[in-house]
């Protein structure tokens, strides 16, 4: 690790603590050239392939961002959609995998989104799932309803 202030190529570590829930390793750094301290974070990169062979680090904002469009006009707060998109980022790393396709993603979203708010789950699953005809959305609805234990 270069030091931030100096650019001396080796540093000592002073202190290293585990953060957002073993997720990352907060590191206290001193430099032995200049003298300076300072503070790294480390993280494990998660990364996504897409079907196009692409594949990019995983982004929590980018869930996000997509749940958002799928909430739009619905009563649902930035809170609960930050909440959803922790939930998410969660459980794609409990599977332990250090790459996975974008598929998992997208079936990790629907879960917490369907509890969240179901006409936004909808809206999701039919871009995500592809639907192509009413009865798709027909099926989908009846199997909401069905778990419910509505008729």
Known sequence: MHCPF????????IDSRSTDDGAAIRRRRTCPECGRRFTTQETVLLMVS??????????????????????????????????????????????????????????AILGPLRE????????????????????DFEAEISQLKAEKGES
């Open 6 to 13: 100096c650019r001396h190529p080796d540093t000592r570590v």
């Open 50 to 107: 897409k079907r196009s062979g692409v594949t990019e680090p995983f982004s929590r904002d980018k869930v996000v961002a997509g749940v958002r469009r799928a909430c739009q006009g619905r009563p649902v707060s930035e809170d609960s959609l930050a909440q959803l998109g922790q939930q998410v980022e969660e459980a794609i790393r409990a599977k332990g995998a250090a790459e996975l396709p974008s598929n998992e993603v997208g079936l």
């Open 116 to 135: 969240l708010d179901e006409v936004a789950y909808l809206r999701f699953a039919s871009v995500y799932r592809g639907f192509e005809s009413l009865a």
